[in-house]
């Protein structure tokens, strides 16, 4: 599992987040992603999933997220299933766990076709407390250009 941060001045958050049991953490900055704009992030984050050609790119929910993660999933020709609440593995795929109807009722839902894949979770789907170290104590973290 590879982690991202995103937009200007985030070395800090990059090296927080190598603390963490990933395999490593791509960092993203631009001047133009100072300010968060749709476009900016959409146009940035198609590239580094094109260059990293991800399988599976997975959101927190946020306003931000709620706000750009369907264009930009729309911009690489994908669906994006949102709002996820949990997750399970079935004879290898994936099925993901959300709510409709006002919390009334969850759904299973699955990607169709092939990756990249996208999905949003909601706040308190993971518990914070539980996400491991890193077994070495950082990851690597390594710089992505963009145009």
Partial sequence: MTALVIGKGVAAFADELSAKNVSEVLKV??????????DGFCVALKQVIESTKSDLVL??????VRDFAPKLAA??????????????????????????????TAAD?????AAPWFA??????????????HPSGKAPVNSVAVS
């Avoid at 949003?120 to 170290?133: K, P």
């Fill in 120 to 133: 949003s979770f909601q706040s308190g789907a993971f518990r914070a407390d539980l996400l491991a170290a």
């Fill in 75 to 104: 911009m690489l020709g994908k669906g994006m299933i949102g709002d996820c609440i949990g997750y399970r593995n079935e004879v290898g795929k994936l099925v993901f766990v959300r709510q409709m109807f006002q919390g009334k």
């Fill in 59 to 64: 959101f927190p929910h946020t306003y931000q």
């Fill in 109 to 113: 839902v699955t990607f169709t076709g």
């Fill in 29 to 38: 900055e631009h001047d133009l992603l100072e300010a968060y704009t749709a």
